[in-house]
């Protein structure tokens, strides 16, 4: 996360008011519709204040989206009695996906607002924003990549097939899968559109992962 100093010297629960409030207004209104004014009225600051911290709309927008990814990292990561994240406990490839994705979800009960700016700003297309949340996209999914593979059973794999590239094909359809979703959500009209249907993409991407398995695991293992 790109520190400003300035903010992060506030106090915790002011901090998280202003977090808060730009989570639900970018959720609602997306990022060139959300207003400042907005923002700082369910903040309760001045737009002094919030350009003071952060000196821009777009810097605020970019250091959400880097704050849900750390926080999102914090609970995968949270290590458990024998010292390790829960998601690594399982050492098959498939169930340590889908373990993540339970996570994820839960994030969506957890934290309400965020998970919901997270939807959105994934689909995000204004050039403003949208080149610096896929540069960030990048860098976050290489560095989760190493983490991913500690410990896990590869054996169960069929020998002419290579581990790190079935990942490769899982990130390539999660975005295939999110991108589907958001040609459907432009098709509609206008007035229409909203976020796509998250349980939806779950039940499709689950579909696709079970797919992946069969084909490429070993027959003992299926």
């Not at 409030?21 to 959720?27: L, T």
């Not at 340590?96 to 700003?121: C, D, G, N, T, W």
């Not at 924003?129 to 590869?154: C, P, W």
Request: proline residues 3%; contains cysteine; charged residues 30%.
């Amino acid at each position: 996360i790109t520190i400003y100093e300035s903010f992060e010297k506030l106090e915790e629960t002011k901090k998280l008011s202003i977090i808060n409030a730009g989570f639900k207004i970018f959720a609602e209104d997306g990022y060139k519709k959300a207003a400042v004014d907005d923002i700082i009225q369910e903040a309760k600051i001045s737009k002094g204040s919030l350009f003071y911290y952060f000196g821009s709309k777009k810097n605020f927008f970019l250091y959400l989206y880097a704050y849900c990814g750390d926080q999102m990292k914090k609970l995968i990561d949270n290590p458990t009695s024998n010292e390790l994240p829960k998601y690594m406990q399982n050492t098959d490839f498939f169930d340590r996906i889908k373990e993540i994705q339970k996570i994820k979800i839960k994030l969506e009960v957890s934290y309400p607002h965020m998970y919901k700016f997270m939807k959105r700003a994934a689909f995000e297309t204004d050039p403003a924003v949208k080149n610096e949340i896929s540069k960030y996209n990048q860098k976050v999914t290489l560095e989760r990549a190493t983490d991913f593979f500690h410990n896990l059973d590869l054996s169960k794999f069929k020998d002419d097939v290579d581990p790190k590239m079935v990942m490769q094909l899982v990130i390539w359809c999660t975005e295939g899968i999110a991108n589907l979703f958001l040609m459907k959500e432009k098709m509609k009209p206008e007035d229409q559109r909203g976020i796509p249907d998250f349980k939806d993409m779950v039940g499709l991407y689950e579909s696709y992962m079970d797919l992946l398995r069969n084909n490429f695991y070993k027959e003992d293992y299926l």
